[in-house]
């Protein structure tokens, strides 16, 4: 009896200690997102800092031809979600993009028991920006990577250094 009680305590206690990952917003810097009807398919291939990287399919998808869904790979489609080398196994989110800008969400799970208990491993907020093609048929947004400040500077300081360059050369012919 006392055996059992330890047991039972010691698997009480590493369920309490397991870490849960949590994330603040990512800003996606590269991938695409798709709505495609008929027939109805989304994708989604996109990835960004701290190893995060959500890929999912759905060839099931009978919804509108939007630019906001829902997904999921417990039921429907298949993918797989990864962030900081945590892997997740199932996972739920939404999104929506407009013509320049995309934003969502989506809770990793190691197991369909942590579902039903609300555990996640992690939870994930994203956006990013790019361009969005619209047919009648399909929503393709492509993500844009945004250059980062100090590149940027680099770039616009390499051009104050080329200018007078250039008018020298220009000056002697």
């Not at 997904?71 to 429907?76: A, R």
């Not at 989506?106 to 942590?114: E, R």
């Not at 844009?144 to 220009?170: D, I, N, Q």
């Amino acid at each position: 009896m006392i055996r059992l009680a330890t047991v039972a305590i010691f698997l009480a206690a590493s369920f309490a200690l397991t870490g849960e990952a949590k994330a603040d917003s990512v800003v996606i810097t590269t991938g695409t997102v798709s709505v495609q009807v008929p027939p109805g398919q989304t994708s989604i291939s996109i990835s960004g800092p701290q190893n995060f990287s959500p890929d999912y399919f759905n060839s099931e998808y009978a919804g509108p031809l939007s630019t906001s869904f829902g997904f999921q790979n417990i039921t429907q489609g298949f993918g797989s979600l990864s962030l900081n080398g945590l892997s997740a196994s199932f996972f739920t989110g939404s999104l929506s993009f407009t013509n320049s800008t995309l934003t969502g969400s989506v809770t990793g799970y190691a197991s369909l028991n942590d579902i039903a208990n609300n555990s996640p491993l992690f939870t994930v907020t994203f956006s990013g920006s790019g361009v969005l093609l619209s047919t009648s048929t399909a929503r393709t947004f492509t993500v844009s990577s945004v250059p980062e400040p100090s590149s940027l500077f680099l770039l616009v300081s390499s051009f104050g250094v080329a200018v007078p360059y250039w008018k020298r050369r220009s000056a002697k012919d």
